[in-house]
């Protein structure tokens, strides 16, 4: 399984941007998927998460200015992200909960950059 992330850039405080992730490979279903990220010197953080049936929960920083959904029949998870903050540059990563004849994997994306000038 592979995951391509794209859509990171260089932005001003106050614009938005929209972060997508692909999914392929062999699978049998993709259930939950996922946008993690992480900040210089911080921790990786889960942003949003968007279950299989597109039930949605956002950490409270980013509650109200992105969206999390999924597209291309669940194989692309997409993040809107609007009113974007100079404490949300980061590098983002996307997450999917796979299965396979072998059982459960979480697969990780190699990362997009957003960086938020103020």
């Known amino acids: 399984v592979q995951l391509q992330a794209s859509g990171g850039g260089l932005v001003q405080a106050g614009e938005s941007l929209t972060l997508s992730c692909e999914v392929s490979?062999?699978?049998?279903?993709?259930?939950?998927m996922a946008w993690y990220r992480q900040a210089p010197g911080q921790q990786r953080e889960l942003v949003a998460r968007?279950?299989?049936?597109?039930?949605?929960n956002y950490a409270d920083s980013v509650k109200g200015r992105f969206t999390i959904s999924r597209a291309n029949l669940g194989h692309t998870v997409l993040l809107q992200m609007n009113d974007l903050k100079s404490e949300d540059t980061a590098v983002y990563y996307c997450?999917?909960?796979?299965?396979?004849?072998?059982?459960?994997?979480?697969?990780w994306g190699q990362g997009t950059l957003v960086t938020v000038s103020s």
């Open positions: 997450a999917a909960q796979t299965v396979d004849s072998a059982g459960y994997s979480i697969d």
């Open positions: 490979g062999s699978m049998l279903r993709i259930h939950d």
């Open positions: 968007i279950t299989q049936t597109e039930n949605t």
